[in-house]
């Protein structure tokens, strides 16, 4: 099992900056990835970024060139840091890591956290 726990949401204004933080606990030998995803009302949860175990990284690309997904091994948190922002960009975002046993993914979410970004 894995637990995550997410801070560094709120409310911004468009062209402003915020980072979030995804400190992760339990079978963290067991991650293959870890990434984020957000979900406006009414719409699906999608990915934004991803960092894989070997610091491969992902993006969407509505967040190309804004936003940068970064890992502190040692504090076992991954971070996003959203520049730029959009009202687009508001949601709710998860943080989300995976491990495969036996060929069978492992999905891990966390409570989610708000980002409000006002024009």
């Known amino acids: 099992q894995v637990q995550l726990v997410e801070s560094g949401g709120g409310l911004v204004q468009a062209g402003g900056s915020l980072r979030l933080s995804c400190a992760a606990s339990?079978?963290?030998?067991?991650?293959?990835?870890m990434g984020w995803y957000r979900q406006a009302p009414g719409k699906q949860r999608d990915l934004v970024a991803a960092?894989?175990?070997?610091?491969?990284?992902n993006y969407a690309d509505s967040v190309k060139g804004r936003f940068t997904i970064s890992r502190d091994n040692a504090k076992n948190t991954v971070y996003l840091q959203m520049n730029s922002l959009k009202p687009e960009d508001t949601a709710v975002y998860y943080c989300?890591?995976?491990?495969?046993?036996?060929?069978?993914?492992?999905?891990?979410w966390g409570q989610g956290t708000q980002v409000t970004v006002s024009s």
């Open positions: 989300n890591a995976f491990s495969t046993n036996w060929g069978k993914r492992n999905d891990y």
């Open positions: 339990g079978s963290i030998f067991s991650i293959n990835a």
């Open positions: 960092i894989t175990r070997g610091g491969s990284t």
